[in-house]
């Protein structure tokens, strides 16, 4: 099956319209996995009251992630000195375990300036699936709060393979 994926920066200008949106994507995927233990309004709530207000700093992004027309994910980051956060990847349930984040992957080095040297990112201790991920990557846990994991590892030394 041939793929169209593109990666857009989402203008700030248009969080407000797209927030409700990339909530909903995150909701369906994390639901199943590491329940919010709230109702859905209120987990839209409080998830709008932290990432609209995050998003007005210069160096937090939100990457779309489309196939063709469709929207397919999103990714929220920011850059710090050396450092590259990945806050949140999610992908709708039908574009995970595809090309779309190896090509993400590659577009995020692509991009990033020269003087990332490091990638880091939290997993949620119940969400199995991004703890493998990240360790698939070369990313190694670097700290365990009791509830989320963090990892760390060297942007160059990102392992980038693509799927047999």
Not at 109 to 125: F, G, H, N, R, T
Request: net charge positive; aromatic share 12%.
């Amino acid at each position: 099956m041939k793929t169209n994926y593109i990666f857009k920066f989402l203008e700030k200008s248009n969080v407000g319209e797209f927030l409700p949106v990339l909530f909903d994507i995150l909701y369906e995927n994390m639901e199943k996995i590491a329940p919010f233990g709230k109702s859905y309004e209120d987990a839209k709530t409080e998830w709008l009251g932290q990432v609209a207000p995050a998003m007005k700093k210069d160096r937090r992004q939100i990457v779309l992630m489309y196939d063709g027309d469709a929207l397919a994910g999103y990714a929220q980051y920011y850059t710090n000195d050396t450092l590259l956060m990945i806050e949140e990847i999610q992908l709708k349930p039908k574009y995970q375990r595809t090309m779309l984040l190896h090509q993400f992957c590659k577009f995020m080095k692509s991009i990033v300036p020269s003087e990332i040297a490091y990638i880091e990112a939290y997993a949620d201790k119940r969400n199995t699936n991004s703890k493998k991920l990240m360790e698939a990557l070369g990313m190694k846990i670097i700290n365990d709060d009791g509830k989320y994991y963090h990892f760390r590892g060297l942007l160059k030394a990102l392992k980038i393979r693509k799927r047999k």
